[in-house]
């Protein structure tokens, strides 16, 4: 769902529309019509950083947009050719978060950021975890873009910080045959801790959206992302979270969705039935470990 409201903040909700629901759709549809015409061929150059906070490592990859479209379409057709569980589009979705935009004149400057995991049918998980920044214009009121610096990392770093964090089970560590998607206990280590207060599924105007437990514990999930990504973490540095359902037989359907969003180890977590905001049907809090 477009986070910006289409009126109030036009320019934005445009560029969203165009680098996240477009691009996304058009890439798992191998489809370069779709976007092609979302650029400014002159000048245009991309960046590819390696996920590399140094920039004298980072290199001029696509020196022009034909360069572009033949690595696109190559990754394209590479992505929605994996044999994933979830469609490759949801996790596109899923896993996209654009919300930093700024605005000067016909100039934009945006941080699209990539988070979270997608699993395969053999059990393999794909690990998302970089940002690109994106110069777009504005010609003729449709905003294109001008070129990009992709494949950051999505938390700089400075050269003496220790990369990551460490979670690990506890030898010995056990749980009941019936648990849920989370770890009995965990061993973290880390330097910052970063607590974000209980999110639920409320966009930026202040309505709750989603009319089932499943809707809303996606859009909870991702406004939790949201508030970790803006701290300089993400939900793969999470090692507590608490849980409020409005209705605790919601629980499976609840599970259902909440794994898709933790590779192993899983946080450990607490999980109750509360009285929520009328309309709530969840709300989730979490501390999470960074460097």
């Known amino acids: 769902m477009n986070p910006f409201n289409q009126e109030k903040?036009?320019?934005?909700a445009q560029l969203w529309e165009m680098l996240v629901k477009r691009d996304s759709l058009a890439?798992?549809?191998?489809?370069?019509?779709?976007?092609?015409?979302?650029?400014?061929?002159?000048h245009f150059m991309g960046i590819h950083a390696h996920n590399e906070s140094n920039p004298d490592l980072w290199k001029i990859s696509f020196p022009n947009l034909n360069r572009y479209r033949d690595e696109?379409?190559?990754?394209?057709?590479?992505?929605?050719?994996?044999?994933?569980?979830?469609?490759?589009?949801?996790?596109?979705?899923?896993v996209t978060?654009?919300?930093?935009?700024?605005?000067?004149?016909?100039?934009?400057?945006?941080?699209?950021?990539?988070?979270?995991?997608?699993e395969k049918t053999n059990g393999e998980?794909?690990?998302?975890?970089?940002?690109?920044?994106?110069?777009?214009?504005?010609?003729?009121?449709?905003?294109?873009?001008?070129?990009?610096?992709?494949y950051l990392p999505l938390n700089m770093k400075k050269e003496d910080q220790i990369e990551t964090i460490s979670k690990s089970v506890p030898v010995g560590a056990s749980q009941h045959i019936t648990a849920g998607p989370y770890s009995p206990s965990l061993n973290v280590n880390g330097t910052n801790?970063?607590?974000?207060?209980?999110?639920a599924a409320i966009n930026k105007s202040g309505e709750i959206i989603g009319e089932n437990i499943e809707e809303q514990t996606e859009l909870t999930l991702r406004n939790c992302q949201k508030q970790l990504l803006s701290a300089g973490?993400?939900?793969?540095?999470?090692?507590?979270?608490n849980v409020y359902l409005k209705d605790i037989k919601q629980w499976s359907r609840f599970n259902s969705v909440y794994a898709k969003y933790f590779i192993e180890p899983k946080p450990v977590r607490t999980a109750i039935e509360a009285g929520l905001i009328e309309g709530l049907l969840v709300e989730i809090e979490m501390w999470a470990a960074k460097n």
């Open 97 to 118: 978060y654009l919300e930093d935009i700024e605005i000067s004149g016909d100039k934009a400057l945006l941080h699209k950021k990539f988070s979270g995991f997608a």
């Open 233 to 241: 973490a993400s939900l793969n540095d999470v090692f507590k979270v």
């Open 9 to 12: 903040e036009k320019d934005k």
């Open 72 to 94: 696109w379409l190559k990754q394209a057709k590479a992505f929605s050719s994996d044999p994933w569980i979830e469609k490759p589009y949801d996790i596109l979705l899923k």
């Open 125 to 150: 998980k794909e690990t998302f975890n970089w940002q690109t920044i994106y110069r777009c214009v504005k010609v003729n009121e449709k905003w294109k873009i001008a070129g990009f610096i992709g």
């Open 193 to 199: 801790i970063v607590v974000i207060s209980g999110q």
């Open 27 to 42: 890439f798992v549809n191998q489809d370069w019509g779709m976007v092609k015409d979302d650029f400014v061929p002159t």
